[in-house]
C-alpha cells in the first residue's frame, strides 16, 4: 500500500515563500492524479490545487496566481510551491492520491503558520 508523507511546512511572515513536499513510498504519481488540501482550524478541508497524470493542473481561486503544483515523477514526489503567502493560508496542508478513487490515500499533513 502507498504512503504519503508530506515535509516543507512551518512558520513564515505575511509575503514570505514555502515549498511543500509530498513523498510517495511507490509510483502513484505517473499514473494517477494527486491533489493538495489543506485545513484551518475550524473549517473544512479544501482542496488547494491538484495535477493529473499527464501534468494538467488546476487552483482553488484563492491561490490561483501564488501556488504552484508540479512533481517529479522519477523521484515519486509532488510539490506545492506557495508564494505571497497570507495569514489566511495559515492550515494544515495534506496530499491525497488517487484522486477519484474510493478511498485515497492520505499524508500525515504538515503545519503552514503564516504571520501577518
Known amino acids: 500500500q502507498v504512503q504519503l508523507v508530506e515535509s516543507g511546512g512551518g512558520l513564515v511572515q505575511a509575503g514570505g515563500s514555502l515549498r511543500l513536499s509530498c513523498a510517495a513510498s511507490?509510483?502513484?504519481?505517473?499514473?494517477?492524479?494527486m491533489g493538495w488540501y489543506r485545513q484551518a482550524p475550524g473549517k473544512q478541508r479544501e482542496q488547494v490545487a491538484a495535477i493529473s497524470a499527464g501534468g494538467s493542473t488546476n487552483y482553488a481561486d484563492s491561490v490561483k496566481g501564488r501556488f504552484t503544483i508540479s512533481k517529479d515523477n522519477a523521484k515519486n514526489t509532488a510539490y506545492l510551491q506557495m508564494t505571497s503567502l497570507k495569514p489566511e493560508d495559515t492550515a494544515v496542508y495534506y496530499c491525497a492520491a488517487p484522486l477519484g478513487a474510493r478511498s485515497p490515500m492520505w499524508g500525515q499533513g504538515t503545519q503552514v503558520t503564516v504571520s501577518s
Open positions: 511507490g509510483n502513484v504519481f505517473s499514473i494517477n492524479a
